[in-house]
């Protein structure tokens, strides 16, 4: 059976503090890694999909990488508006279908 | 262009009544997932449609739980006799068949069941 955990389950920042999540991960067989931000109220949002070990992806303050077990979501010099809470969700090449297993998520809070 | 919508945004229900929950895909998307959100728990995957297949049911944590697609495009998720243990946020997700991969979610129904 698939398994995220996401770690810590909360993090509190300073504007400007930079920071990693991490979310570690089993699978049988992965066939992608992805990163998420959920708003209060809202749906999650897509950010990043990770395919193999080694590979990074980039957008605007946020940085992924993944290794053979686990993600790292790096936030650069983040802003208030970064707050939000950020899931980790891996599919497996087994079980069919492209549904994804969730860990429970890193609530992030950037204060001024 | 318009996103995943789902109706209504908030459900409450007495428990042992059936609810329905609705979900619009992008237009175009050929895939559709119900997952349901509970408090302090991950996303747990409910149930999978794309194109004319079999849905992946595997997830559905019970007969009273019970989903279709019409047309290939909008989504009804039912669930008989509610329980309060059913109280969660249905999300609904969708992707192209040019990127299975990525999920466009829906911003959720809330059930609260008394």
């Known amino acids: 059976e698939d398994q995220v955990t996401q770690s810590p389950e909360a993090l509190r920042l300073q504007e400007g503090e930079s920071s990693s999540l991490n979310c570690s991960y089993t699978v049988s067989g992965l066939r992608g890694l992805f990163w998420y931000r959920q708003d209060p109220g809202k749906g999650p949002e897509f950010l990043f999909t990770?395919?193999?070990a080694g590979e990074e992806k980039e957008k605007e303050r946020l940085k992924a990488t993944l290794t053979k077990k686990e993600s790292f979501l790096h936030i650069t010099a983040p802003k208030p508006e970064d707050s939000a809470t950020y899931l980790c969700?891996?599919?497996?090449?087994?079980?069919?279908?492209?549904?994804?297993?969730f860990g429970t998520g890193t609530q992030l809070k950037v204060e001024l | 262009g318009a996103g995943v919508s789902q109706s209504p945004s908030n459900k409450v229900t007495e428990k042992g009544k059936d609810v329905e929950l609705r979900c619009d895909p992008i237009s175009g998307h050929t895939a559709l997932y119900w997952y349901r959100q509970s408090l302090g728990q991950g996303l747990e995957f409910l149930i999978y449609?794309?194109?004319?297949?079999?849905?992946?049911k595997s997830g559905l944590p019970s007969d009273r739980f019970s989903a279709e697609r019409t047309g290939g495009s909008v989504s009804t998720l039912t669930i008989q006799r509610t329980q309060q243990e059913d109280s969660a946020v249905y999300l609904c997700?969708?992707?192209?068949?040019?990127?299975?991969?990525?999920?466009?979610f829906g911003p959720g129904t809330r059930l609260t069941v008394l």
């Open positions: 449609f794309q194109g004319n297949s079999a849905p992946d």
């Open positions: 990770l395919y193999s």
């Open positions: 969700a891996v599919g497996g090449l087994t079980g069919g279908g492209n549904k994804l297993t």
């Open positions: 997700a969708s992707s192209p068949i040019s990127s299975t991969d990525t999920q466009y």
